[in-house]
């Protein structure tokens, strides 16, 4: 049948709000994925956008699925358009703009919530509009109807807060709690590279690779496949590793770089300097510190040499300064100059070149305006969200309620040895990339489902089954919308998690990135309805409860959070069936 041309603006209008959706995926649902990592300083912000940039394209360029569900998970039947492809495109092209209008507001608000669960309920609208109330599936539904999301509310956050206390409580009891905890730590890290290598192998089989069809291989092809990578994982760790770690944790070898770890068992009989224990460790300090001026600040600094147990009072939360504030981890290092930043820069070019004499619009006064004023403003803009203080904000100011609030939260939990928390660092990257390489691969169909529905609909002029080809170069456009999310206002999301939740560092982000996947990986196999959002933001209660005390906590951040969940499924599914039902239903002349 022929293209629906005569409905072309309803496809431009869906095309833009879908990359607004993509957009806005990366923005809340990517940026929440990576907040543990980057709040535990196991990445950088910057490091954290580029990880995201690579894994989350290819994962949906590669291997994302190339048929989407067109009726989101079975919440209204196809019959319900009664053949008529118009009204199809109609009614995903107002769920689109329902859910990504609300993704915007609450990315620009800080509540991180479900992508997934905003196209549902945008879905669920439309439905109600388009066939009334007993279309939509309002009941369990094996998993997938309006109850089932209703229960996950609750479900996946108390799952994976479980999943998270147990496995941090394994870290603690196994290594942070022993006298030689930094031994422990890198002699222990591959058990923990290989239970990390089989929940990402797991993540990707049974969620990451839709085009590959991984999960419908056997049990015991499935199960050999999980076991032989974690194990690979595992023998390279100790080859390269952990002697790594060893020359660079023990030995205290200052000068070892990163393409030293290529070397492998090599650097065993590799000597450090012999000045290596009275020079300061190269190790980051992955510590909550306090500047002079009571400030809390989470930048990572460089560490003194600590004692390798894990219980030296040297870094217990609870130190006390002469006049009885809590001091986080500060320690007496040299301070070094500090460098100007982009903007003190930028103020200095302009002062070293201002406007001429003569009238502001002549070619000499254009040339210094826009080299020297115009262009510093873009690339400052475009790069706000790589640049961005996320400690900070998580901090809050001194002196301030929230300061107050966040301090009396890092100051229950226990600090251990930079040393120690170092070799967790390695393994929370490791499952943050592959966390990453599945979301693009599987979590993008929220914004590229409805799209594909609205372009083959529009296309080709024939109501869309129950599943919709999804072109290559749909997924490869929404992929660069979803970075370009994260990069550019990811940082309004992650500044609300992480440390402003409870206190992190990177053996307990390890625990709560495994956690989540953990749980998401199980309630694909059991259908249960669970968001990564939820998953890791009850990973990261579960673990903070872990110290032993309500206080480590900051519950009325919690609190902000889960209203922000309870609130898409009302207002998207509501916003989209009102926008639906008022324009199918809306007066027309000669009617």
């Not at 703009?97 to 196209?119: D, E, K």
Request: hydrophobic share 45%; aromatic share 10%; charged share 15%.
């Amino acid at each position: 049948m022929p293209t629906l041309h005569q409905w072309d603006y309803l496809m431009a209008i869906g095309t833009i709000f879908s990359l607004l959706d993509a957009y806005n995926i990366g923005a809340n649902d990517v940026a929440n994925s990576w907040a543990t990592s980057v709040s535990s300083r196991s990445v950088t912000l910057r490091q954290a956008m580029l990880g995201a940039a690579v894994f989350e394209f290819l994962g949906a360029v590669t291997v994302g699925a190339r048929v989407a569900s067109t009726i989101k998970n079975g919440i209204i039947p196809g019959s319900a358009f009664e053949g008529n492809a118009g009204v199809q495109l109609l009614a995903f092209t107002c769920a689109i703009v329902a859910s990504a209008s609300w993704l915007m507001f609450c990315s620009w608000a800080g509540f991180p919530v479900s992508t997934t669960y905003s196209i549902i309920s945008a879905v669920a609208g439309v439905g109600v509009a388009v066939a009334g109330a007993d279309a939509v599936q309002w009941g369990w539904n094996d998993g997938k109807g309006l109850g089932a999301i209703f229960a996950g509310l609750g479900m996946a956050p108390a799952i994976a807060a479980g999943f998270g206390a147990v496995l941090y409580t394994i870290v603690k009891v196994t290594v942070l709690m022993r006298k030689d905890a930094v031994r422990w730590a890198i002699f222990t890290g591959p058990f923990f590279f290989f239970l990390a290598a089989a929940v990402s192998t797991m993540s990707i089989i049974y969620k990451g690779a839709p085009t590959l069809n991984l999960s419908a291989k056997s049990p015991t092809t499935t199960a050999l496949a999980i076991v032989l990578t974690a194990l690979v994982v595992t023998i390279l760790a100790y080859l390269f590793w952990v002697p790594y770690v060893y020359s660079k944790v023990i030995k205290k070898d200052y000068t070892l770089k990163w393409y030293h770890f290529f070397m492998g068992p090599l650097l065993w009989k590799r000597r450090a300097p012999e000045d290596a224990e009275i020079r300061n460790s190269s190790i980051p300090d992955y510590r909550v510190i306090q500047d002079d001026a009571g400030n809390i600040s989470l930048e990572a600094t460089k560490s003194a040499p600590h004692s390798e147990s894990g219980d030296s009072d040297e870094v217990n939360s609870e130190s006390k300064t002469e006049a009885g504030t809590p001091k986080f981890g500060t320690h007496d290092l040299p301070k070094e100059p500090k460098k100007p930043s982009i903007l003190e820069r930028q103020i200095e070019a302009l002062d070293r070149h201002p406007l001429q004499e003569g009238d502001w619009y002549s070619p000499r006064n254009l040339r210094i305006i826009f080299r020297y004023r115009a262009v510093p403003f873009i690339i400052k803009t475009l790069t706000y969200g790589t640049s961005y203080d996320i400690h900070a904000a998580q901090s809050g100011e001194a002196g301030t309620v929230e300061g107050d609030r966040m301090r009396a939260v890092y100051a229950a939990a226990k600090q251990y040895p930079n040393e120690v928390e170092h070799s967790y660092s390695f393994v929370q990257v490791l499952t943050a990339c592959t966390a990453s390489f599945a979301h693009g691969a599987n979590d993008i169909s929220n914004a590229v489902g409805p799209w594909a529905v609205i372009y083959q609909a529009w296309h080709t002029g024939v109501v869309q089954g129950k599943n919709s080809v999804v072109p290559v170069w749909i997924l490869a456009v929404a992929a660069v919308a979803l970075v370009l999310g994260l990069a550019t206002y990811g940082y309004n999301i992650i500044r609300v998690l992480g440390n402003k939740i409870t206190y992190h560092s990177p053996s307990r982000g390890s625990s709560m990135e495994l956690a989540a996947a953990i749980t998401v990986i199980l309630a694909s196999q059991y259908g249960l309805p669970v968001s990564t959002t939820m998953c890791i933001t009850g990973a990261t209660v579960g673990v903070g409860l872990c110290q032993g005390n309500l206080k480590a906590v900051n519950w009325k951040a919690v609190g902000w959070i889960f209203l922000g969940w309870v609130l898409t499924i009302p207002i998207v599914g509501t916003l989209s069936g009102c926008l639906m039902g008022i324009i199918l239903n809306a007066p027309r002349f000669g009617a």
